[in-house]
């Protein structure tokens, strides 16, 4: 098993694609608050009802030792009165009543106060994401933004649920029973809790630690999830490569990382409570002790005894959850500095205050002195200058990485360029706004992403207003229709995420019927042909002459012949145009593009 777990550790040095990393902060309160910003909502209703619930349960406990000890010991035993004693149990067993009404209350409230708010912080950071560039996906895996969203989400929950209301109740109750203590006897009470300043350093010199095991779980925990996510989306390739058993044994590394720091994180935990307990020990010792000197002495009655008894046995319990509800914080700082880092991330297309709508989109396209890098290392587009008319259907042509897909996603605003200006209609699209801009603009990619539910919720996708019959005519209009209606619920068909039941040509066909339900102004087809039949090709290139009436269209193809009645083909070479014009100019003037048709030409016949 030890040689297993050696092997997994080896085998995992040798993959390294997490980027999460442990965020070195201070413990502090203004990050603490702005968690708690998230109960300013509810400060009218559920925050304040939870509150007054925990300040009666609070008081009744408080007052019940005093009943016990002094009036019970000192006055109705000690003077042998019954009617006296009676009345106090009578009393005693209704305030008990009373804390059990108000703590099912404050539990009940709490609860709900909790899971208000993690609905609300899910929410919020769901739909901040929703909202940030294609960059920070370029740079994260899906697993660990899943873990974000999630784990660290709901890591939140007891500290919302109980912890915040419970502290506040063992800070109350904590300085109370401090208050009563003193005023029963200063002099035992400063024997008894002596051992206090030691605690206290020794407790304070475990924060650290145990605040950084808790962010390296959430660390691990978003580096499974990552891997579990890739590991299902790729089941096929990993098969296909007869790599199972690589593949398990990363998982199995990845696995022992993650149970090695919940390991190393709750046994920095458990190490908090049994040091209260020794103090609680060390404390009901100096008590006995001391408390009974004193009682010989005729310095205090058996009553207060017994009061001060109860009081020291109620003073290590909230010392001891306060212990708990710290860690608790400590584990919610670890995951609120996560989820703050990504509410913290800006868009890198920020849209302008007053940036203004742009509506009716006619299409003309203009790109000025355009440059753009992914990176620091490599130019994607050098100075690329070029113009699009309204209506016109312009191909990009070029070898991977000439930067066509870059172009596409400049028009859609995926991206800002590094320097020069992308315009439509003549508007900076910086200007603009990004909703008047992308629904205004449908986009095919190669690969189709297909949602789980009917195959008529997918196609409206792109227009969720579109009626039945509309989507029909949009299916009818790129041949999807064909193979729709021969399936079991024909439109009503369920498919599952990315749709793995259909085959790639059919899910393209969906995609296509999305896009042109959405009626876009300008049309982005991102090799949408390539994994389509050469029958089925024929059917979408006839649809595609009357549907790309009237409307911009850009085609980035690999295979020319879906682009020989393009009215403009620009060829990219290195993120530069080298030439530009129709098919007939281009393969008059026999340079780039008349090597590129053919290579494909000739590549086709040896086929």
Not at 80 to 100: E, F, N, P, Q
Not at 191 to 208: G, Y
Not at 216 to 241: D, Y
Request: without cysteine; proline residues 2%; charged residues 20%.
């Amino acid at each position: 098993m030890v040689k297993g777990r050696e092997n997994s550790k080896k085998h995992l040095n040798r993959f390294h694609y997490s980027t999460e990393q442990v965020i070195e902060k201070s413990f502090n309160w203004q990050q603490l608050s702005r968690l708690f910003a998230y109960m300013v909502p509810y400060s009218k209703n559920l925050l304040p009802l939870s509150f007054l619930a925990m300040i009666v349960s609070t008081a009744v406990r408080l007052i019940i030792p005093i009943i016990i000890g002094v009036y019970t010991f000192d006055h109705a035993i000690e003077n042998k009165d019954a009617d006296l004693l009676v009345t106090l149990v009578l009393i005693i067993a209704g305030m008990y009543t009373i804390s059990y009404v108000a703590n099912i209350l404050r539990i009940r409230w709490t609860n709900m106060l909790g899971q208000n708010i993690i609905y609300d912080l899910r929410q919020h950071l769901f739909t901040h994401v929703q909202r940030l560039s294609h960059r920070f996906f370029d740079s994260r895996s899906a697993g660990s933004i899943l873990v974000r969203i999630l784990n660290d989400v709901n890591s939140l929950q007891e500290l919302f649920t109980s912890g915040v209301i419970n502290l506040l109740m063992d800070v109350i109750m904590l300085i109370g029973i401090v208050f009563i203590l003193f005023t029963l006897s200063p002099e035992l009470t400063i024997a008894v809790l002596i051992i206090l300043p030691i605690m206290f350093f020794i407790s304070t010199s475990l924060r650290r630690n145990i605040r950084r095991s808790w962010q390296v779980v959430r660390i691990k925990q978003s580096k499974l999830n990552s891997h579990l996510n890739e590991s299902i989306q790729g089941i096929r390739v990993t098969q296909s490569f007869t790599q199972e058993h690589e593949n398990m044994e990363f998982f199995d590394g990845v696995n022992l990382e993650t149970h090695d720091s919940w390991k190393d994180a709750t046994k920095k935990n458990a190490m908090f409570r049994p040091f209260v307990e020794m103090s609680n020990a060390i404390g009901t010792a100096i008590l006995i002790w001391y408390g009974t000197s004193l009682i010989l002495n005729d310095t205090i009655q058996i009553g207060v005894f017994v009061s001060f008894a109860f009081y020291l046995g109620m003073f290590w319990e909230p010392i001891s959850r306060i212990g708990q509800i710290y860690n608790q914080l400590l584990m919610a700082m670890a995951s609120s500095e996560r989820i703050f880092e990504f509410l913290d991330e800006k868009p890198n297309v920020p849209e302008k205050d007053n940036a203004k709508k742009l509506e009716n989109i006619k299409g003309h396209i203009e790109f000025e002195q355009v440059e753009f890098a992914y990176d620091e290392k490599r130019k994607a587009l050098k100075g690329v200058s070029l113009e699009m008319k309204a209506g016109q259907t312009v191909a990009l042509v070029g070898h991977t990485g000439s930067g066509k897909t870059t172009i596409a996603n400049l028009v859609s605003r995926f991206y800002d360029p590094t320097s020069g200006s992308v315009k439509i209609d003549g508007n900076d699209l910086k200007d603009v706004t990004l909703d008047s801009i992308r629904t205004q603009i449908s986009v095919v990619l190669q690969d189709t992403f297909i949602f789980s539910g009917t195959i008529m919720d997918n196609i409206r996708f792109g227009n969720p207003n579109a009626s039945d019959e509309e989507v029909i005519n949009a299916a009818t209009a790129v041949g999807a229709n064909v193979f729709i209606e021969k399936l079991s619920n024909g439109y009503e068909t369920e498919v599952e995420e990315r749709g793995n039941v259909l085959s790639v040509g059919e899910r393209q066909l969906i995609s296509f019927a999305r896009a042109l339900l959405a009626d876009p102004s300008i049309l982005i087809l991102d090799e949408a042909t390539a994994s389509i039949d050469t029958e089925t090709e024929v059917k979408i290139q006839l649809a595609l002459k009357t549907l790309l009436e009237n409307r911009t269209a850009i085609i980035i193809a690999h295979r020319l012949s879906t682009i020989r009645e393009a009215d403009n083909i620009i060829v990219l070479d290195h993120g530069e145009i080298i030439e530009q014009g129709n098919h007939s100019e281009l393969m008059d003037v026999k340079g780039e593009y008349y090597k590129l048709v053919k290579a494909q030409f000739n590549m086709l016949s040896a086929g």
